[in-house]
């Protein structure tokens, strides 16, 4: 097997660049091209980025890309991603994986036909905050965890992005557009859901762009955008989600978890870094933060600095590939997300309690040494 996995990119809008100006920092993998409908804006990115651009078809075709890279609208990520499986690729698509649970048993079975991983973001669990979260559970600090919290919630995107219809159209909406990150960070703090059970509306059926350049236009709203769910853990613990963009402003925490010894606070996990408070005997614990590789700013969000480490999955997938073993963003944790988040939806429709059928083991934890042996230092 080649030591260097070359990676073909489809979809090269905003995420794009993500992906693009961060794969340089690790290694196993180099990006060789990329691909969109849009052919003017991919030779724009491979111009930028110093890569080749090539059509859809021809990506797919191509005999020396080995990992096929799914950056398209949520949408199109199933399609997508299957045509690079019947072409004999491996596959990391951004999140949700695909939008029902019916796509992805299709996909796992096609996957495991073809002997190919598929992978799948998000990857900000894999971030220092959120591993010495872990590495604090792990260890019973605030013991038997019995409850917990997890907000995120907003105005909404019209007011910012370029083109944010997407955002409100079935496959949209802040469930599964940011839920992952909440739920990909309770699966590998908690382990798997047993039961999902939530409350959904639409409050608004129009939202005005006051993004440029398309300030004015009205949107019409197809899913709901305030959603709040209730997840029971298969380990017991019983977790509130509250999502919504319909809020103007709040005080709640992003992530809070209570245990039978303690409490714990945790950072936004849209995010790799941030604090982690610890509360024992009702005052605060101080803990010495890990000195973790994915935890270190790399970047100024607003007048924020922030650690930015996506591609950080694909990475630890192709060292999964070399060492024939499961990867931490798998196929199975990304359907068992999908899962949670479309019964999440569905029992808002039904007002019923929905179960999980599939199932997924916790990912492996990701410690210091193991996250340095990711980079592109490591040579």
């Known amino acids: 097997m ?10 090269c809008g905003n995420i794009s660049d993500s992906y693009l100006s961060l794969a340089p920092q690790f290694c196993g993998f180099k990006i060789v091209a990329c691909a969109d409908l849009n052919a003017e804006l991919a030779a724009a990115k491979a111009q930028k980025y110093g890569i080749e651009s090539r059509s859809v078809d021809a990506l797919l075709a191509s005999e020396d890309i080995d990992i096929v890279v799914n950056l398209t609208i949520p949408a199109a990520h199933c399609a997508v ?5 019947e072409a004999g690729k491996h596959v990391y698509s951004e999140k949700p994986l695909v939008l029902s649970l019916e796509e992805g ?7 495991l036909k073809k002997g190919l991983k598929v992978g799948s973001a998000p990857d900000t669990f894999m971030g220092g905050s959120h591993q010495f979260a872990r590495h604090l559970l792990d260890r019973g600090e605030i013991g038997e965890v019995y409850s917990g919290t997890c907000y995120v ?3 909404g995107m019209e007011s910012w992005h370029p083109n944010p219809d997407f955002f409100f159209k079935a496959g949209g909406g802040p469930i599964l557009d940011l839920g992952p990150y909440y739920i990909a960070n309770l699966i ?18 129009q939202r005005k ?10 949107i019409e709203v197809e899913t709901p955008t305030t959603i709040h769910a209730i997840l029971t853990f298969q380990n017991g613990a019983v977790i509130t989600l509250g999502a919504s963009w319909d809020v103007q402003a709040h005080q709640h925490s992003h992530m809070e978890l209570y245990g039978s010894k303690g409490s714990m606070y945790l950072p936004d996990p849209n995010f790799f870094g941030g604090k982690v408070s610890l509360i024992q005997e009702g005052r605060e614990t101080p803990v010495t933060m890990w000195n973790h590789p994915f935890g270190t700013p790399n970047q100024i969000h607003g007048e924020l600095a922030k650690a930015n480490y996506r591609t950080a999955g694909l990475a630890e997938m192709v060292m999964a590939i070399h060492m024939g073993r499961d990867h931490m963003c798998s196929l199975d944790r990304a359907l068992h997300g999908v899962e949670v988040m479309t019964a999440i939806l569905a029992s808002g429709e039904s007002g019923q309690t929905i179960n999980m059928t599939t199932h997924c083991d916790r990912p492996r934890a990701l410690d210091p040494e193991a996250a340095k042996a990711l980079l592109a230092a490591c040579f």
């Open 209 to 218: 762009i006051t993004s440029q350049p398309r300030s004015g236009e009205m």
């Open 105 to 111: 048993q299709k996909m796992k079975a096609l996957s």
């Open 2 to 11: 080649k030591t260097i996995l070359n990676v073909g990119l489809i979809g």
């Open 153 to 155: 919630m907003s105005a």
């Open 81 to 85: 991603s299957m045509q690079a499986l």
């Open 188 to 205: 590998q703090l908690l382990g798997p859901v047993e039961s999902v059970m939530a409350k959904t509306s639409i409050p608004r059926k």
